[in-house]
């Protein structure tokens, strides 16, 4: 049994003294008051602590290893080695509280077999992404050479496989030479039969899609989110449009904005990226004004500056978007659950969910830093070592 001066259940804050989290096994078998404990109870105290939601993010890349060139070292790497990476990857993000992650493209389907490892986060797993030939992540094991029943086969083969998730380069991408990250890799005809087929086998589709006619296809095809959705232009940020907001949305696709930075990293980033991140922060400002549902997909890996503890410094790009401190916790945690497929067990502190329960110091509805001072982290039940990042 857990207790602490606050709680935030993923949707409210109760802000009241002697809160407690009651676990049995991996389990919430209850929230309550201090006064309501038996006689005999095991507390845990956490005083002048809140008790959170694990956070969960919902893209990251387990096999890149944030390096300065993390598609070199996943190549110069054997399965056995890349293995032993992602497991690292993992628990570095476990330690700071984020007790689930969403790996949306990793290489052979490796990520498929640490779900479920004690020690480990909640893992969802997409295996690697279907793209053309050649094109963005073609590396990873998801080239798709032909036309639609070929692409209907790949993603047969992937829920073969058992992936929980399928991903799609709507678009190309920076980390691969030759792709063009404004142009459409797959038509929306193309995007069609992957998401008929997965939808087939009730299973979801996100979409990689950065250009503005990559965006509108994936969302025209059905999709259920799309990843960076940055309007990216030739020469700058296109903006959405009325017509293209309106069904993002009315049919509540969400958006996995590319979130989380550590601090003083801008050097280390894509000039490119820097140059257009005042225009892609003013897009989105402007989808969550109107509704627009957004997480944070950190794709945690892809650089030094997105080591894959990032998740917690994603409350200052979600702040820019106009998101209160309420917001953004729901957007890490319950809202981030939903996106996932794990809103009926992740992502709130209710009796039935899984027993994923950060301890944070201080009250992160007046001061989101709070998120950076983890005190305990209990994943499925079980208490791990925390060592979240000092904030800088």
Known sequence: MLRASRLFDGETVRVADNHVVIIEGTTIAGIGRAADLRHGETVVDFPGATLIPGLIDPHVHLA???????VKSLAERDDGAVLAAMRLAAKTALRAG????????????????????????????????????????HFLGGEVAGGSAELRAAVRAHIQRGVDVVKIMASGGTMTPGSIQEQAQFDREALLVAVSEAHRHGIP?????????????AIEAGVDGVEHATFWA??????????????IVSRRVPLGATAGVLPGADAAMPVAVCRRMPAIIANFAALHAEGAVIVAGTDAGIGPYKPHDVLPYARDRLSAFGMDPLTILRSMTSVAADVCGLGHSKGRLRAGYDADVVVVQGDPIADLSALHRVAAVYSRGTRVDSGSRTEA
């Open 98 to 137: 984020i007790t689930t992650v969403r790996d949306l493209g990793d290489r052979g389907f490796l990520s498929l077999g640490l779900r479920g490892a004690p020690d480990l986060p909640t893992i969802v797993a997409a295996g690697p992404p279907l793209t053309t030939e050649r094109g963005h992540c």
């Open 234 to 247: 030739a020469d700058g940020v296109d903006t959405p449009g009325r017509d293209l907001v309106e069904r």
């Open 205 to 217: 589709v996100t979409a990689h899609a950065h250009g503005r006619g990559a965006v509108l296809d």
């Open 64 to 70: 890149f290893d944030a390096s300065c060139d993390p």
